[in-house]
């Protein structure tokens, strides 16, 4: 199967899991608003989800794929098999205890994620409650990562790309369904979300096992302890283990500035937890769309050239991402910035949610606008150390990334309050993003193809004309004043979406850019 296609499966199903996440946050937004108990909620499914980057889809899967991708073309699927086994026994028992001991430890958690919201006890405790029923979730999802690692592995990208929109319908429908039962029953309604996320956790678990038994490769997790330390001394293992090392730093830095925006923003005005994850489920659409697809095709494929020693193969399949990046995400970028009300209007001006509330979520997007471009481009850079075995790299940039995106912090909060914080992380990814360009190409890993200023020339002038577009459509309509209108401005924002699209690469193509050619290469 085709780089491309491959990435057109994982990209459309990953834009059903965002359509789906969208209308899952706009059902939140429209029933809860943005308030005390919404940012209870939030700073409470953040926890898991940090830890689910350490042993999940972050600095597990970033290990993980590599050593398994290397284990496949050199030693053949029966010793791969083993090695996916020993590595799930020793992940199923470090999961054990880590659910065990954030149970138990919630309000400490809480506390440390944001200690502002104390100044609301009611939201503290709510919040603390929902800790400690969510944090299983991250032994789901570390599970699905591992299962996921291993369906990438052997190119079926289908089941993991569509998964998580078995999350997002468990959380409709805890949140359309489960908050008015609770509340008819005197309880708190926020209470329900906790359900749906422990029920989607579970039933992605079970589908991705079903992917893996039907190649046969369903790890077998061992409970007795010889046979942990068995799985303990697989030389697979220990490398996993040792390529984790720095990356669970590098992980780890990425969140220290999470919580410390988490924090920041838990001492701002109510709210504000909430706007700013409400622009962050819109900036995640393209994010996940073009990042996410590119560097989950892209990540086994550079590590199996890696491993053949083929850095031609290596150094085309970079260059060809990167130039998907660079067509796909500077228009995306460019809506972010020049139409953020009208997205933010349309997708949760509803029930709870406030003018003022669409205002304050468009300011956080169009900080996360800023940075769009590098976040993307950081899904095909990163992969390409990771693909190496190199993740001290990434990790030494992060840190000094963090520390710019702090100093940012302090700078432009006391001006822009929670819009600051997106700003922040958005030029610090641009920052972090060319920093990794260019130890690649100091090293010679990667050698760009010819054509580079010809097509920055031709994104650049279709640019301009959407940007022109975009700035009119946003003017001639009150896109905040048309709630009551509802389908009017759902038809009016698809009717721009399509004419944008149209704009952009119509004029691509009478700038001379043959798509076809890129795609296909």
């Excluded at 004309?465 to 905040?480: C, E, H, K, T, Y």
Aim: charged share 10%; proline share 4%.
């Amino acid at each position: 199967m085709s780089l491309f296609k491959s990435a057109s499966i994982v990209s459309l199903l990953t834009l059903l899991s965002r359509i789906s996440g969208l209308v899952r946050e706009l059902l939140i937004a429209s029933t809860f608003g943005a308030s005390a108990m919404t940012d209870a909620f939030n700073v409470a499914f953040r926890i898991p989800n940090l830890f689910r980057r350490f042993f999940g889809e972050g600095s597990f899967s970033q290990a993980f794929v590599p050593v398994l991708a290397a284990s496949k073309a050199q030693q053949g699927e029966a010793a791969t098999k083993l090695l996916i086994d020993h590595v799930a026994t020793v992940l199923a028992w470090a999961l054990l205890g880590l659910s065990v001991m954030g149970v138990l430890g919630a309000g400490g958690l809480v506390w440390a994620m944001a200690s502002g919201m104390q100044q609301d006890p009611h939201g503290y405790h709510v919040a603390v409650v929902l800790t400690r029923w969510m944090f299983p979730y991250i032994a789901f999802m570390s599970l699905v990562a591992l299962g996921a690692g291993v369906l990438n592995t052997w190119k079926r990208f289908a089941v993991p790309a569509a998964t998580p929109v078995l999350l997002n319908l468990c959380m409709i429908g805890a949140a359309w369904l489960g908050a008015p039962w609770f509340k008819a029953m005197g309880v708190e309604p926020i209470y329900a979300l906790a359900g749906g996320v422990l029920l989607g956790g579970g039933t992605q678990l079970g589908v991705q096992w079903l992917g893996l038994k039907k190649l046969n490769l369903q790890p077998r997790m061992a409970w007795r302890w010889s046979e942990l330390r068995l799985a303990w001394a697989d030389p697979g293992t220990q490398n996993i283990m040792r390529l984790m090392g720095p990356s669970l730093l590098g992980v780890g830095v990425a969140h220290i500035s999470m919580l410390i925006n988490t924090q920041i923003a838990s001492h701002l005005a109510p709210g504000s937890v909430s706007w700013i994850t409400y622009a962050d489920r819109l900036m995640e659409f393209p994010t996940a769309m073009l990042g996410v697809a590119l560097g989950v095709v892209l990540m086994p494929r550079l590590a199996g050239a890696r491993a053949s020693h083929d850095a031609v193969q290596y150094s085309a399949m970079l260059d060809w991402g990167l130039r998907l990046v660079v067509v796909l995400s500077v228009p995306c970028a460019v809506a972010l910035m020049v139409f953020p009300t009208p997205l933010v209007a349309v997708l949760y001006h509803y029930g709870a949610m406030t003018d003022f509330d669409v205002r304050q979520v468009t300011h956080a997007l169009m900080g996360w606008g800023v940075g769009l471009i590098g976040l993307v481009a950081l899904k095909v850079l990163a992969p390409g150390y990771y693909a190496n075995q190199d993740t001290k790299t990434p990790v030494k940039v992060a840190v000094v990334v963090l520390v710019i995106t702090q100093l940012l912090n302090y700078a432009l909060v006391p001006v822009f309050a929670h819009a600051a914080l997106t700003l922040s992380i958005g030029i610090g990814a641009m920052i972090n993003a060319l920093w990794l360009l260019l130890g690649l190409l100091k090293r010679g890993s990667y050698k760009p193809l010819a054509g580079w200023g010809v097509l920055g020339l031709q994104v650049l002038a279709a640019c301009a004309l959407l940007a022109v577009f975009l700035m009119w459509a946003n003017g001639s309509v009150d896109w905040v004043a048309l709630r009551a209108h509802s389908l009017k401005r759902i038809w009016l924002l698809a009717l721009v979406i399509i004419a944008s699209a149209a704009i952009y690469f119509v004029a691509l193509w009478a700038a001379g850019m043959k798509l076809r050619q890129l795609v296909r290469r």
